[in-house]
C-alpha cells in the first residue's frame, strides 16, 4: 500500500514561512491534497490537485508537488495557523500521511 | 449550502456492531462519492470507505471484513456499519464529501464512538 511520510512537527517564528513536506513514492505523479485540522475541529481543505486553493483559503498557502515530495508552504505565518496539517492522495484508495503539528512560536 | 452531520449512538460494547448516519443538507448525494474517515484520540486520520451513487463501494483494505457502507438518496442519507467492534475502533467518525481527484471538500463535525463494556 501506497505510504505518505511527514514529519511529526515544524515550529516557525510569526511573519516566517513555514514547509511541510510530505514524502511519498514517485509522488509527483499524484495529485495531492492538504488539510488543516484545528484541536476539536474538523479538517479544512487548503489545497487541492497539489496547487488549487478551495474558495476562502488565503493565498498565503501554497502547494508544490515533484519528484518525491510535496509540499505545503504557508507564507506570513500568523497564531492562527497553528494546527494539524495533513497531506492525501488518492492511490484505489484515500491515504492520509501521519501529520505535521505546526508551531507557531 | 451543503453541511454535514454525523449521528451514532456514543458507546458500543466490544463485539457489538457500530452503526452510524451521515444526513446531508442542502444538496443531492448524486454525482459525488461520499466517505468516511475516523481519528482515534489523539492520533490522525484514517480512511474508511467512500460510497457512490448508493451501490459502488470502495473499503479500507484493513476495515473491508466487517465494514459495509451505503446510501439513501432520498432521504440524502450515508450509512456506516462496522462489526465486532473492539477498543482500538474508539474513534471521532467524520463523514466528508469527495470533490476534486479525490479530495475531501466538505466536513461534518464528527461524532466520537466510544467501544468499552
Known amino acids: 500500500s501506497y505510504v505518505l511520510t511527514q514529519p511529526p512537527s515544524v515550529s516557525v517564528a510569526p511573519g516566517q514561512t513555514a514547509r511541510i513536506t510530505c514524502g511519498g513514492n514517485n509522488i509527483g505523479i499524484k495529485s495531492v491534497h492538504w488539510y488543516q485540522q484545528e484541536p476539536g475541529q474538523a479538517p479544512v481543505l487548503v489545497v487541492y490537485?497539489?496547487?488549487h486553493r478551495p474558495s476562502g483559503i488565503p493565498e498565503r498557502f501554497s502547494g508544490s508537488n515533484s519528484g518525491n515530495t510535496a509540499t505545503l508552504t504557508i507564507s506570513r505565518v500568523e497564531a492562527g495557523d497553528e494546527a494539524d496539517y495533513y497531506c492525501?492522495?488518492?492511490?484505489?484508495?484515500?491515504?492520509f500521511g501521519g501529520g505535521t503539528k505546526v508551531t507557531v512560536l | 449550502q451543503v453541511q454535514l452531520q454525523e449521528s451514532g449512538p456514543g458507546l458500543v460494547k466490544p463485539s457489538e456492531t457500530l452503526s452510524l448516519v451521515c444526513s446531508v443538507s442542502g444538496g443531492s448525494l448524486s454525482t459525488f462519492y461520499w466517505n468516511w474517515v475516523r481519528q482515534p484520540p489523539g492520533k490522525g486520520l484514517e480512511w474508511i470507505g467512500s460510497v457512490f451513487h448508493s451501490d459502488t463501494t470502495n473499503y479500507n483494505p484493513s476495515l473491508k471484513s466487517r465494514l459495509a457502507i451505503s446510501a439513501d438518496t432520498s432521504k440524502t442519507q450515508i450509512y456506516l456499519k462496522l462489526r465486532s467492534v473492539t477498543a482500538a475502533d474508539t474513534a471521532v467518525y467524520f463523514c466528508?464529501?469527495?470533490?476534486?481527484?479525490?479530495?475531501?471538500?466538505?466536513w461534518g463535525q464528527g461524532t466520537l464512538l466510544t467501544v468499552s463494556s
Open positions: 490537485d497539489d496547487t
Open positions: 492525501q492522495v488518492w492511490d484505489d484508495h484515500v491515504v
Open positions: 466528508s464529501r469527495g470533490f476534486t481527484a479525490r479530495s475531501l471538500d466538505l
